[in-house]
């Protein structure tokens, strides 16, 4: 349990706040504390349950719930955070243009390091030395090291320009490497180690402007060369201004030194932002600061209830975080009794220990029994609403713009919105009513007839050996689908055709059983004609509705193909990299291996295998052998195509470990 020093007063809750003035509640708690002191309050958060006041220039820490001095700075630690960064807010889209600039700035300098590396002999094995002695294996680089008067400001050179280009190859290496773990909800936690290197990385190409091995730089005034020696001699050019030592060596490195401008300002402003070490240090003062205002006999008194409280912190934490969800009248009355138990407990200036430790022993396991009764018709409504969730995706699936399945959807979201906010548990049941109404009716409106779908699965082994086959793309493959589709309808109608005439026309004019004519002959030759357009219009048909089948085609078609396959695939577009999105894959992975298939994740891009900065047509592979494939993406979701088995996910209902997706195709 949070080591919180316990006081009078209520368990008011404080909304997100900042700083203005203590509410009159928070005032006459502080008051026996700090007298006549002001109090500011400085923050407040009801979920973090913590508020932050100043005092006289310091921090204290008030936890709200009920209002208690906070004595441990891992408990406040987060709160502090949380106030510490309000004032210095930072987009993380400054992440990603940090990033760029350093991508750009990198790039530019490479040809130029790369050719003054090789003039100096600075090969990998002197470049971790920092040595010069590479240098000896290049003529015209020994011959100057050789020279008397410019060999010391060679060797200064190249040792320079190593050291240089290992903090700057080194940083950026570094800084990529971070870079990969940083998202939106942890680019705080990162910021100051990034900053660290891509500081060091802009500081480099000032570094070098008098490194002299190169030229001056493009703005400097040859007027200046007046000041130098005109026949120096050994060991009297490093008395010389820098200028006056640059022996143009090497080309100067193409740096673009607005961007090192734009990286440099970055990096100063994440370093400007508050560091772990800095938070915890105020937190630890605040703590300090809350136990000074306990006598050492309270002290005592609070640090025996403390250890007893240890032993029902779990079960008040979750029946007050459940209760901060569901409003419930016996759960409420329960923990406004404990809380009022605290607080006599307080007011008697922590004297009766033994009755108090008694009182809340007998509300312990009352608050229990009601948690659990609560928390267990709570989560049956969640694994209700998210049933009729995943109900919702497969009719929004098999028909793609109705009206019934958006309107359902509405409310089955703002059902769902109620839930994940406040509710009340006095309206379980009509809630669960209303979902129970929609999971019916969302599930009638996910098996639509289709006789795309028909088409699909009776045309497939002739179609799909075709198509896997061609050399194109699999958009023209997709294309072509139909055209197949009707090419058999048409091999189809013509056998039908032929047996026909086998049995009719041939058979009864061979025999001579009719006789053959001028009014006999124009009738079967109507009859046939006939039966060549029916044939034609079948197979017309056929490409309408197989065409159609590339726009959408019921949700259950891809469900049958998915429980009878041994194998399946999971394809994320590469654009799609959040956390929320792999939680999703993690789960839906788990259960179809849990149903013994076969799983294999690709990252998809442009309908293709992407493996860092290649690709493979691995997409078209799995498609071609009827593989089922669960394609997360950015775009529209739908089961479509006349080739393959693809169901394409939208984000949305693919993001944390209980995606909906993952529900639908458990």
């Not at 956390?579 to 789960?587: E, H, L, Y």
Request: proline share 3%; hydrophobic share 40%; net charge positive.
């Amino acid at each position: 349990m949070q080591k919180f020093v316990f006081v009078v007063m209520a368990a008011a809750f404080v909304s997100m706040g900042f700083a203005g003035s203590v509410n009159s509640s928070l005032s006459s708690f502080l008051h026996p504390f700090i007298g006549n002191s002001t109090a500011t309050l400085a923050y407040s958060n009801a979920t973090q349950g913590i508020a932050i006041v100043q005092v006289n220039g310091n921090y204290l820490a008030v936890s709200l719930h009920p209002y208690a001095l906070v004595t441990n700075s891992v408990a406040s630690f987060q709160a502090f955070r949380t106030f510490m960064f309000q004032n210095k807010s930072l987009n993380f889209s400054l992440i990603g243009n940090l990033s760029s600039k350093m991508g750009s700035l990198y790039a530019s300098s490479r040809l130029g390091f790369a050719t003054c590396l090789t003039y100096t002999g600075l090969t990998s094995s002197y470049l971790s030395q920092n040595s010069s002695k590479g240098c000896l294996s290049v003529a015209t680089c020994s011959a100057r090291l050789a020279n008397a008067t410019i060999g010391p400001i060679m060797q200064e050179g190249i040792v320079n320009l190593s050291k240089n280009y290992n903090i700057f190859n080194n940083s950026y290496g570094s800084f990529n490497s971070m870079i990969s773990n940083v998202n939106r909800q942890n680019y705080y936690s990162y910021a100051g180690e990034l900053a660290g290197y891509a500081g060091s990385f802009a500081n480099v190409p000032y570094a070098l402007l008098h490194n002299p091995l190169f030229s001056p730089p493009g703005n400097f005034s040859a007027s200046l060369y007046k000041n130098c020696p005109t026949f120096p001699t050994a060991g009297t050019l490093q008395n010389f201004p820098w200028y006056c030592q640059m022996l143009r060596y090497c080309q100067n490195v193409a740096f673009n030194y607005t961007n090192a401008s734009t990286v440099k300002s970055i990096a100063q402003q994440l370093q400007a932002l508050p560091t772990n070490s800095s938070i915890n240090a105020t937190a630890s003062a605040a703590a300090s600061l809350a136990s000074s205002y306990i006598s050492t006999a309270g002290k005592g008194n609070l640090t025996l209830f403390n250890e007893f409280m240890n032993g029902s912190s779990d079960t008040i934490s979750a029946a007050k975080a459940l209760g901060a969800k569901v409003s419930d009248a016996t759960l409420s009355s329960l923990l406004s009794r404990l809380n009022s138990t605290i607080e006599g407990f307080a007011q008697s200036n922590y004297q009766n220990l033994t009755a108090t430790e008694r009182s809340i022993s007998a509300l312990v396991p009352k608050i229990h029994a009601a948690y659990a009764n609560l928390s267990a018709q709570y989560d049956s409504l969640l694994n209700l609403s998210a049933s009729a969730q995943s109900s919702l995706l497969a009719a929004q699936l098999s028909n793609p713009g109705s009206a019934d399945v958006q309107r359902l959807a509405s409310l089955a979201g703002n059902i769902s919105t109620e839930l994940n906010t406040h509710v009340s548990s006095a309206g379980f049941s009509g809630i669960r009513a209303n979902l129970t109404s929609i999971q019916s009716s969302a599930v009638s409106l996910g098996a639509p007839l289709s006789l795309a779908a028909f088409i699909k699965s009776a045309d497939s082994w002739f179609t799909t050996p075709i198509l896997a086959g061609m050399e194109e793309d699999i958009d023209a493959k997709v294309a072509s689908a139909p055209v197949y589709a009707a090419l058999l309808s048409v091999i189809i109608g013509s056998i039908a055709l032929l047996v026909f005439y086998r049995l009719t026309y041939h058979r009864l004019f061979k025999g001579k059983k009719v006789k053959p004519d001028k009014h006999v002959r124009n009738a079967w030759n109507a009859v046939f004609v006939i039966a060549i357009i029916a044939v034609i219009t079948y197979a017309a048909a056929t490409y309408v509705v197989a065409a159609s089948a590339n726009s959408s085609l019921p949700i259950q078609g891809f469900l049958s193909r998915l429980g009878s396959s041994s194998s399946a695939v999971i394809a994320v577009d590469s654009s799609l990299s959040s956390n929320a999105v792999q939680q999703c894959v993690s789960t839906l992975k788990s259960g179809l291996e849990s149903n013994g298939k076969l799983v294999t994740y690709v990252t998809e891009k442009n309908m293709a295998c992407s493996f860092g900065n290649s690709t493979s047509d691995c997409i078209d592979q799995f498609m071609g052998a009827g593989i089922p494939i669960v394609l997360i993406t950015n775009g529209s979701s739908s089961y479509r195509g006349m080739y393959g088995y693809v169901l394409y996910a939208n984000e949305s209902y693919s993001s944390g470990a209980s995606c909906t997706l993952s529900k639908l195709l458990k």
